[in-house]
């Protein structure tokens, strides 16, 4: 069974750039959600792709985007970067949509914003 | 209030104690509930899932108390290897999708 995996791992970005992070879910699993983990603080959601549709959103501005694609795998995109989009992006499979089912996180993409 | 609280400690016990961690939520439309484990730079991984019966994995035990609005997870005989950050982490179903975690108990265990 293939777990989930995110690319790349490391990001250095200047503040106003774009930047497109990817995530393959786990085998099997049709949901991928992303979420957004600021040092010393939990994961917040930014938002959740259930069979390629946004299935749910956290208190993110527009500039955070996403896609799900057929074969289930998302991309991240935000755009206009700010200094304070610097974190961990997580991303994590389950099996459908909603919450009912235990999430499988990847290994992140850390982001640097300068 | 915080929609998930999470005391963030740290929790410092010696190997063999038994340590309690609790988190709170507000939204009384919660429907699921779950704690992970954070290892320092590591993703979070599925410790377990909390039902309103209780559920025990070995030395790992796991309650929600619906009325107060909380879940606890009870941690037995302390390794050493129990040191991380412990999330839990609510979800409200059945319209808008949306995953809250608490901040985190960061828990030390010291030989």
């Known amino acids: 069974e293939t777990g989930v995996t995110q690319s790349p791992t490391h990001l250095i970005k200047t503040r106003g750039q774009q930047v497109t992070l990817r995530c393959s879910s786990q085998s099997g699993h049709n949901t991928v959600s992303w979420y957004q983990q600021a040092l010393g603080q939990g994961p917040q959601f930014i938002f959740q792709?259930?069979?390629?549709?946004?299935?749910g959103r956290g208190n993110f501005p527009p500039r955070f985007s996403g896609l799900q694609f057929p074969n289930y795998s998302s991309e991240l995109n935000v755009n206009a970067l700010e200094l304070d989009d610097s974190a961990l992006y997580l991303c994590?499979?389950?099996?459908?949509?909603?919450?009912?089912?235990?999430?499988?996180f990847g290994p992140g993409t850390r982001l640097t914003v300068t | 209030r915080k929609e998930v609280e999470q005391d963030p400690g740290p929790f410092n016990v010696p190997e063999g104690a038994t340590v309690a961690f609790n988190c709170t939520y507000s939204?009384?439309?919660?429907?699921?509930f779950f704690w992970y484990r954070q290892d320092c730079r590591k993703e979070p991984k599925l410790l377990m899932s909390?039902?309103?019966s209780g559920n025990e994995d070995g030395r790992f035990t796991a309650q929600l108390n619906r009325a107060s609005q909380y879940i606890s997870l009870l941690i037995r005989d302390s390794k050493l290897s129990d040191s991380a950050t412990y999330l839990c982490?609510?979800?409200?179903?059945?319209?808008?999708?949306?995953?809250?975690f608490g901040r985190g108990t960061s828990l030390i265990v010291h030989p």
């Open positions: 982490v609510v979800n409200m179903e059945g319209g808008s999708y949306i995953p809250t």
């Open positions: 994590a499979s389950s099996l459908e949509g909603q919450g009912h089912y235990e999430q499988y």
């Open positions: 909390v039902y309103s």
């Open positions: 792709y259930y069979r390629e549709e946004e299935n």
């Open positions: 939204n009384s439309a919660s429907q699921s």
